[in-house]
């Protein structure tokens, strides 16, 4: 079958690769229809990550399952499904308190597993034609038949509810407001989230203008260039003060403001990062005793890592402020089986829709040209946002 394979740094090529099978009772495959490429993809593709040459990438995953395990009871042949990235068991103690990414059975000695993704288990990735769903009871959530929500449904993988643990993490009621620093999918996810729990305010922060227009016309988002000023400041002048709540969709890749001007290309340059840059932003911008969601992928200090920026586990956070403001954190992989049941529910009643943020729907085949572009941000007319890739 044809897949994604990581060939080095920003380099993927789609290859014939074997057809993953059934390896344990439990296990389904599914013919994937509809596979998505993820920010978190990029720290692989940028050769930020150990990841080897020759891994398949693609943890956002849905399609239709082609075989079933003789232990599999609740799947048949035939079914709509999508996966969590978080590969689970349903069993550890950290499953059954519902933190499915920090199950310690899939991927031991480490906090979790995913498809296709460096240190997160022998599971390779869905960007293919067919994909093994290990625990599959657990791991796939069925889909009404058919194709209709195909891309809202695609999200569910990841990047919704990822969006929606961002705001979970902050602790974010109706009436709060909240500053969502990136404009990613990650962090239109986390504002439409916020809008979707009614919050009063939203600001959201980046500085790539076809993504802040997504976030005002799609979240009701004041819209912040970091470009055009210190956002601490902009948001704190436009609000009249500090805010409730603060998502952090970026990670350790966020760039200085200090150090981008307007009209630079959107890429990541690792001459312009500053890894701590964005929490110490969110323990200013908001108020004492408020909350902080950080979703964006942060990495344990590690003197091997071969990206100087990711290796620099112990980022310089001003730890005596958020103390001073007695603010809390929360921290860490979305356990995605904790709300795609109600995600897709809101989908299906049609009281959620976020495939607005699909920019680009094609064949998996354009692979290499979508992560070039994903990666550099650019797309010449619209937002390069999130792309869907079909076998
Ligand atoms: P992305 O790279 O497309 O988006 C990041 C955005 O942040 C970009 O638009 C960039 O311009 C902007 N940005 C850079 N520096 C900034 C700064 N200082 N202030 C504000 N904005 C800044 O990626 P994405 O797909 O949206 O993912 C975002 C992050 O979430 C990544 O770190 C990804 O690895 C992580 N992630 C985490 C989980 C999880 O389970 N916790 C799941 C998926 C993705
Ligand atoms: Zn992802």
């Not at 509809?34 to 940028?46: A, K």
């Not at 470009?227 to 966020?254: L, M």
């Not at 943020?357 to 354009?366: A, E, F, I, M, P």
Request: glycine share 10%; hydrophobic share 35%; proline share 6%.
């Amino acid at each position: 079958m044809r897949a994604v394979v990581y060939k080095g740094e920003k380099e993927v090529a789609v290859e014939e690769v074997d057809e993953p099978e059934i390896e344990h009772p439990n296990d389904v495959v599914i013919d994937i229809t509809t596979t998505c490429i993820c920010g978190s993809d990029l720290h692989m593709y940028e050769g930020r990550t150990a990841a080897e040459p020759g891994i398949v990438f693609g943890h956002e995953n849905m399609g239709i399952v082609s075989a079933v395990g003789d232990a599999v009871s609740d799947l048949e042949i035939g079914d709509r499904v999508v996966a969590p990235f978080n590969v689970a068991c349903g069993f550890c103690e950290n499953c059954e308190n519902g933190y499915t990414g920090f199950c310690t059975n899939v991927n031991p000695g480490f906090a979790g597993g995913a498809y296709g993704y460096v240190a997160m288990g022998p599971y390779t990735g869905g960007q293919a034609e067919k994909l093994r769903i290990p625990y599959a009871d657990f791991n796939a959530l069925k889909l009404p038949d058919g194709d209709e929500h195909e891309e809202s449904f695609s999200l569910l993988a990841d990047i919704f509810p990822t969006g929606w643990h961002g705001t979970e993490l902050a602790n974010l009621k109706a009436g709060d407001s909240v500053a969502v620093f990136g404009a990613g999918p990650v962090g239109l996810m986390a504002a439409y989230s916020a809008k979707l729990k009614g919050a009063s305010e939203i600001y959201v922060v980046d500085r790539v203008p076809s993504r802040l227009e997504l976030a005002e016309e799609h979240c009701d988002a004041h819209a912040i260039n970091f470009d055009e000023g210190d956002p601490v400041d902009q948001i704190i002048e436009e609000h009249g003060g500090e805010v409730d709540k603060g998502v952090d969709a970026v990670g350790y890749q966020a760039l200085d403001p200090e150090q981008t001007s307007k009209g630079d290309d959107y890429a990541y340059d690792p001459a312009k990062e500053n890894p701590a840059v964005v929490i110490n932003s969110l323990i200013r911008v908001v108020r004492p005793t408020g909350e902080l969601g950080i979703p964006g992928l942060y990495v344990p200090e590690d003197p091997n890592a071969p990206d100087e920026m990711a290796a620099q586990g112990r980022l310089g956070i001003d730890f005596g402020l958020l103390f001073e403001k007695g603010q809390a954190l929360g921290t860490g992989q979305c356990n995605v089986k904790s709300y795609n049941r109600q995600l897709r529910d809101m989908i299906i009643e049609g009281r959620a829709d976020p495939s607005w943020v699909v920019s680009h729907r094609v064949n998996l085949d354009q692979a290499p040209e979508m992560y070039e572009r994903f990666d550099d941000r650019e797309a010449e007319d619209g937002a390069f946002t999130k792309v869907l890739l079909e076998p």
